[in-house]
């Protein structure tokens, strides 16, 4: 009886098999919802966050290093928020890198406004530096702006497609 209990046994676990314990299904599960956008989203602010610690070369008087007046509020909102922050203060480079020495300039003006308002070791993270932003620079960009002024108001229609031009009105 002892060889026959023993089949028995035998034969009951074989036809029952190992429990693995953790059965996962035969597909991959869909990941939670927002798992995979998340990441997307938050470099996506991170990257906005850094370009507030840009300086745009609209924000200095002309060809020089003077801050222009809105440009000194843009430094103190930098200056507080920046002892919590990992990013550079980048001065924007100017436009093909012509003038290497007005960006030097502009950039020891900024780290001297910002060690008046008591930020400490800054001289290390204020930059000159393409802005991050592609496409036009500001520069292109103001001059962008005002061509299309002058082409709207009497310079000629073009072709767009509302408010006159070739396309006519809500066209």
Known sequence: MNRLTAFCVLLGLGATGCYHGNVRPSYDRPFPLGAVTDVFWETQQ????????????????????????LARRHL?????????VPFAVVIEQSQHNARPELDQTRRRTVIEHLARMGVTEIEGRVIVAPAFVEGLTSQESEMAYYQTLNRGLGGGGGAGRRFGGTGGFYR
């Open 76 to 84: 103190e909102e930098i200056a507080v928020r920046l002892e919590h």
């Open 46 to 69: 991170t990257n906005a966050e850094a370009t507030d610690f840009i300086l745009y070369d609209h924000e200095f008087k002309g060809n020089t290093a003077q801050l222009a007046p």
